[in-house]
């Protein structure tokens, strides 16, 4: 079987925040390889796809608007069970309760605005993870 990957996305708070260097150096740390990785401002219509499975909630509207406020590092990482791996190391979705040692538990917190800024995104599943790659990442 090949090697797993997910899509990780260093979202405009941290990319503002100088914190880059700081997640790929915690995924290759951990021993993951990134094979693909840009910087862009994503469409509002790539991220009303991206995150389909929330469309309608309250939070949805401000999500877009949030994610496409500046550029995203979106990256491919492989890796054995990369994607449960990435999902721990990144942390609880609020961080204001993720764990310390985790990314949004260490350099997280609410910042009282009205959406939540929590850093990273990491693929929730095996095909969400393809899904995702082939819309940021066409052809990879
Ligand atoms: P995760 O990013 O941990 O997979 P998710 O898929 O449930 O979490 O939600 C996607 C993003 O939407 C999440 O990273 C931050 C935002 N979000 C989730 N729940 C929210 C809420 N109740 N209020 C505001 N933003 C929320
Ligand atoms: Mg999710």
């Known amino acids: 079987m090949p090697e797993a990957r997910t899509l990780v ?9 100088g914190l880059v260097g700081e997640v790929l150096r915690r995924i290759e740390a951990k021993g993951y390889t990134l094979v693909a990785a840009e910087l862009r401002t994503a469409d509002p219509a790539l991220l009303e796809e991206h995150y389909a499975e929330h469309a309608g909630k309250p939070f949805f509207e401000p999500l877009v608007t ?11 990482v492989a890796g054995e069970r990369v994607v449960e791996g990435f999902r721990s190391l990144a942390g609880a979705t609020d961080p204001t309760s993720a764990a310390p040692g985790t990314i ?37």
């Open 9 to 17: 996305l260093v979202k405009p708070d941290a990319v503002r925040r």
């Open 66 to 76: 949030f994610m496409s406020s500046g550029p995203v590092l979106a990256a491919v």
């Open 104 to 140: 949004r538990g260490d350099l997280g917190r609410d910042w009282g605005r009205p959406v939540t800024e929590n850093l990273v995104h990491g693929s929730d599943s095996d095909e969400s993870a393809a899904r995702e790659i082939s819309l940021w990442f066409p052809g990879l």
